[in-house]
Structures are given as C-alpha cells and as structure tokens.
C-alpha cells in the first residue's frame, strides 16, 4: 500500500522569506504522479504544482518548485519570496498510474507573518 | 473556467438520520472521487468511479455509506444513518484525465448533532 508523510504539522516564516516543506513517500509502483495542493481558509483545494515521477526534472510553477528524488522518495516543495496569501494547508499527494488512486498526507499547516 | 458543484454547502443532522450529499463534476470528466476530509487533516478516498463504474471504495464503510454515478455523469453519496463520527467536510473532485489535475468542489461540511 503507498503512503504520504508529511513531517511538519505547522510551520511560520516571515513574508518575503524562503520556506521549505517536506513530504515522503511509499510505494512499490514504478508509474506515479506527485501533487501539492493548497488548501487555504475557504476550504477550496487548490493545484499547486505536479510531478511525473518518470521525469527526472523537477517541476516549477513560478515561486513554487519542487525538489524530486526518487531514490529517496522524497518530494518537498519551496516555496520563494513567501507572500501573505500563502497562508493554508498544504497537501502532499501521490497519484497511482495505473488506476488513478489518489491518497494525501496529513498536510502542513503553513503561516506566513507580516 | 467550469466548476465542480455540490450541494448542500453545510447540513445538519440528528444522529441516526439519513443524509445525501450531491456532486456534479466538469463535463466531460470521467473521473470522479469523493474525499472525506476531517478538520486538520488530509482528505480520505471514500470512493473512485470512471464513468458509472466504481474503480475502488475500499475505504467506504459500506454498511451505512453508499454512492452511485448512475449514468456516469453527477454523482449521489448517501450515509444512513449517520453517526456522530461522520461529522466531516465531503469533498467531490474529478478530472478529464487524472493525472493531469483534480478539480475540487467547495464541499459539504456535514454536522451530525
């Protein structure tokens, strides 16, 4: 069975400032995606970036990119030049390929401060 | 740009009640999750459905949850009767293709009293 590790229960960093979160995985599967979600206040779940596990180059989606190691099962996401609307949970998931599954981890809740 | 739409928004209920929760997702998308999300935690798949076909309920407790897509379009999720633990927030998402991006509904915070 696959699982996603979110470590960081809740982190603060100051607006402007770098912020790094972590995510590990589980599997035995060789075709798989990897997703952060954003869930801010309102509830809404919110794409923030995906990664093919096939690639080994690690996806960006402007101040968002992901650091990707397979071999590890590793997938954090670095978050630059914070802004206050960062502010939400964030989701790490994992897709199966072959079927579509989607399980989340726990979530990270993120404060970003004035 | 097209949404996800469920309904109600908020319901109350007496335990032992009966509850449905109602999903239609972008069309056009074939695939089709229902996600129970407890406060302060990640969402868990009740259940997955291609087209009218349940792909995996695995994690649904099927004595009292139930779910159908009937013609592979909107989708039902039932719970009879409910229980103090169901108190949750009910997410719907789909997608055209998985693994390209999920759509999420608003969701429907259920409050069993």
């Known amino acids: 069975a696959q699982t996603v590790t979110q470590s960081q229960p809740e982190m603060s960093v100051q607006e402007a400032e770098t912020v790094t979160l972590s995510c590990t995985y589980d599997?035995?599967?060789?075709?798989?995606?990897l997703f952060w979600y954003k869930q801010p206040p309102s509830r809404q779940m919110i794409l923030v970036i995906r990664?093919?596990?096939?690639?080994?180059q690690n996806a960006t989606e402007n101040r968002f990119s992901v650091n990707f190691q397979k071999a590890a099962k590793s997938f954090s996401l670095k978050i630059s030049d914070s802004q206050l609307g960062d502010t939400a949970m964030y989701f790490c998931a994992f897709m199966r390929g072959r079927d579509d599954k989607i399980i989340f981890g726990k979530g990270t809740r993120l404060h970003i401060l004035p | 740009e097209a949404e996800v739409a469920q309904s109600p928004r908020y319901k109350i209920t007496e335990k032992s009640q009966a509850v449905a929760f109602w999903c239609d997702p972008i069309s056009g998308h074939a695939t089709l999750y229902w996600y129970r999300q407890i406060l302060g935690q990640g969402p868990e798949l009740l259940v997955q459905f291609q087209d009218e076909s349940v792909v995996d309920d695995s994690q649904l407790p099927k004595d009292r949850f139930s779910a159908e897509r009937l013609k592979g379009v909107d989708s039902t999720l039932k719970i009879q009767p409910a229980e103090l633990g169901d108190s949750a927030m009910y997410l719907c998402?789909?997608?055209?293709?998985?693994?390209?991006?999920?759509?999420f509904g608003s969701g429907t915070q259920l409050s069993v009293l």
């Open positions: 990664q093919e596990a096939y690639k080994q």
């Open positions: 998402a789909s997608s055209l293709e998985a693994r390209e991006k999920l759509f």
């Open positions: 599997t035995s599967e060789s075709n798989y995606y």
